[in-house]
């Protein structure tokens, strides 16, 4: 089990930010999680990394780590993307931290990303991504302090 507040702890704090290239093949030292956004949010999340890295884009999903939820249901530290059987290339994921000034109506997110071609982590506000993207709930989260 992990707390929203250690999930963002965690995307801001462990890795350095802006600092780890994008690499699916590579593995960040010391912790061992692959360096792509299914890592980073397996890293936020604390699950394993095991000797693949972490759960995958599509093992995240088919192995049971997340469950859909809808936008507006999003808390800290859940995610939003394309993930899941299928994802292919276009598969990735956002930690997500909150709506700009907390309202849903301004289409306006804050997350945490490790993007192809950037070194992560970054914070970033951006525009809502629309319905081509998913929402999804870490199954340990728990709500508190």
Known sequence: MITRPEILRRASSVWPQATVDYSPAARHQPDGYRQDSAGFISMCWNIPPGTQGGPSIVTLDTDGWMYGVQPLQLRPGDALGVAGPGA????????????????????M?????????????????????????????????????
């Not at 598969?91 to 109506?105: I, Q, T, Y």
């Not at 490790?114 to 970033?124: A, D, F, N, T, V």
């Not at 506000?125 to 081509?132: A, D, I, T, Y």
Request: hydrophobic content about 35%; overall charge positive; proline content about 9%.
């Open 88 to 107: 292919g290339t276009s598969g990735m994921l956002l930690l997500f931290e909150s709506w700009a000034n907390n309202n849903p109506a301004t289409n």
């Open 109 to 145: 997110i804050i997350t945490w990303a490790h993007l192809p071609g950037e070194k992560g982590p970054i914070q970033r506000l951006r525009p809502w991504p629309g319905s081509q993207w998913h929402c999804y709930r870490y199954m340990h989260v728990v709500d508190g302090a």
